[in-house]
């Protein structure tokens, strides 16, 4: 028998061939997964996203930030400045003796109402503009009858001297807004936190039977 003749070089071997198909299959594989995700996915992460999965007319966002510093502050003012300029775009045909009025609304408790009604009346106080803002379980009862057949705003607060007032409303999710004070209002802003789904404006347009803008 002859001796085991050993090889004097390494065979040929596919391991490149591997290796590339492998780096492309993970490519394609991780590019379904977010293609994936964003069909899905129907929060309002940003105003862009949010004018897409709502069709209402975006008037402004907030920065959302769990903790105070120097620059969420000025991102908050900013956000406060801008809204405030597109708000007053609507803000033409004001009756005699009778204040501009922002209804603010939304779908689930946490949104930001307050918070957005809170930065608002700040800065418009601090530019010399004469504000109230009245919320309801507060200012009014959103349960009464009064609040519920209500044709007028004057018919749920007592008008004074101010020149805007902002109205915010209940939960949609709660109670029925009476569609007269929905109407009478200069603007109607629903405010969507950044978890929300793009039902908050967009399915609610009906129930509403008004045209709302969102933030």
Excluded at 34 to 56: M, N, P, Q
Excluded at 74 to 87: K, P, Q, V, W
Excluded at 147 to 164: R, S
Excluded at 165 to 188: G, K, M, S
Aim: with cysteine; charged share 20%; aromatic share 10%.
């Amino acid at each position: 028998l002859n001796p085991p003749a050993y090889p004097l070089s390494p065979g040929a071997s596919n391991r490149k061939k591997i290796v590339i198909m492998t780096c492309v299959a993970t490519f394609l594989l991780l590019l379904a997964f977010f293609l994936l995700v964003e069909f899905i996915d129907r929060t309002l992460r940003d105003s862009i996203r949010a004018r897409k999965l709502t069709g209402c007319q975006i008037l402004g966002d907030f920065p959302y930030s769990r903790r105070s510093t120097p620059y969420s502050q000025i991102y908050e003012r900013d956000s406060t400045r801008y809204l405030s300029n597109s708000i007053f775009r609507f803000f033409t045909d004001r009756k005699k003796g009778e204040p501009y009025i922002l209804n603010l609304l939304s779908v689930c408790p946490g949104s930001g109402k307050t918070y957005i009604g809170e930065h608002l009346e700040e800065y418009w106080k601090s530019i010399g503009i004469n504000v109230r803002r009245i919320s309801a379980g507060t200012d009014f009862n959103a349960d009464s009858s009064q609040y519920l057949l209500a044709t007028g705003i004057n018919e749920i607060y007592t008008p004074g001297n101010e020149d805007v007032l902002i109205v915010e409303h209940p939960e949609l999710r709660q109670i029925n807004i009476p569609t007269p004070l929905l109407r009478n209002a200069h603007v109607n802003l629903m405010v969507a936190g950044n978890r929300s789904t793009g039902s908050c404006c967009g399915n609610w347009k009906p129930r509403l039977k008004v045209n709302p803008t969102c933030a």
